[in-house]
């Protein structure tokens, strides 16, 4: 796949999953991967802008696959930026579906 196909991949995982904490379908620009499982390899946020390998950190440079992208949404999680900011607060005990309903009805 190239770089273009890999970024629509990402954006379009983003469009039809729901937010794993309050549930809402939500625009890409509105969700975030947050990474809650092993080694994270790269940023997938800059899929398909300029970034193609895998940081020599992590494993040495290896060309963007498919296979690799779809490895790393596997340790993370798909919030919204609301529940991304809640998590990131520590206050997930929280419901966040409430305060901001009307941003997303």
Not at 5 to 12: G, I, K, S, W, Y
Not at 54 to 79: D, M, N, S, W, Y
Request: hydrophobic content about 40%; overall charge positive; some cysteine.
């Amino acid at each position: 796949m190239t770089q273009a196909e890999l970024r629509q991949f990402v954006l379009a995982y983003k469009e039809v999953n729901p937010c794993v904490d309050c549930g809402k379908h939500l625009a890409y620009w509105f969700m975030e991967f947050d990474h809650v499982r092993g080694k994270k390899l790269f940023n997938l946020g800059s899929v398909g802008f300029g970034q193609q390998n895998v940081r020599p950190e992590h494993g040495g440079f290896k060309r963007l696959t498919l296979e690799l992208v779809q490895t790393e949404i596997a340790k993370c999680e798909l919030v919204c930026i609301w529940c991304s900011k809640v998590r990131l607060r520590g206050d997930k005990a929280t419901p966040l579906t409430s305060k901001v309903r009307w941003l997303v009805s």
